[in-house]
């Protein structure tokens, strides 16, 4: 078993989604922003969503967290894996609901061994690897080129002043980049 953990809601969790069975979202209750948009992409990729440090004062946000996260999940499609995501809560200082967890882990585990999820979500990891090596290599090779450096400097100048629209610019950038190959 290898827990990756991340620094935040941004890019890094849709690499993560993309190379791990199971994708446990961990949420603090009570700091405002529960529902927020912000949250709702992460959201739809979560397995399940654990509301950490359900205790003391806290509880009580934490219960009422994790009601109102049931009911936004119940609005996003069914999930391929047949699973249906799971929200919970927890507190590692009171060690409650830290069993759950590991047992919502085994659960989704055996779901989706059953329905062969995994062979096929492999297909799809690797899928996603090669097109993003393959955004990653042509950027690299775009922006390290010298004649397109010195282009974007001077497109950089002509799209701010207004002469020539920002899709103009992108065009005459790849077509150039196009003739170096």
Known sequence: MILIETVGVGQSEIAVHSMVDFFLLLMLAGAGDELQGIKRGIMEMADALVITKADGDNETNAMRAKVEYQGALHLFPPTNSGWIPQVLTCSAVSKL????????????????????????????????????????????????????????????????????????????????????K
Not at 116 to 136: A, V
Not at 138 to 160: A, C, D, G, H, W
């Open 97 to 180: 609901g830290l069993d759950d967890v590991w047992q919502c882990i085994l659960d989704y585990k055996k779901t989706a061994q059953l329905k062969s999820f995994f062979d096929n979500k492999r297909n799809q990891q690797s899928l996603f690897w090669m097109y993003q090596t393959i955004d990653d290599k042509l950027k690299s090779n775009f922006y390290t080129n010298e004649s397109i450096q010195k282009e974007i400097e001077t497109l950089k100048q002509k799209v701010v002043s207004g002469q020539v629209s920002s899709f103009t610019a992108a065009g005459e950038l790849l077509e150039k980049y196009n003739l170096l």
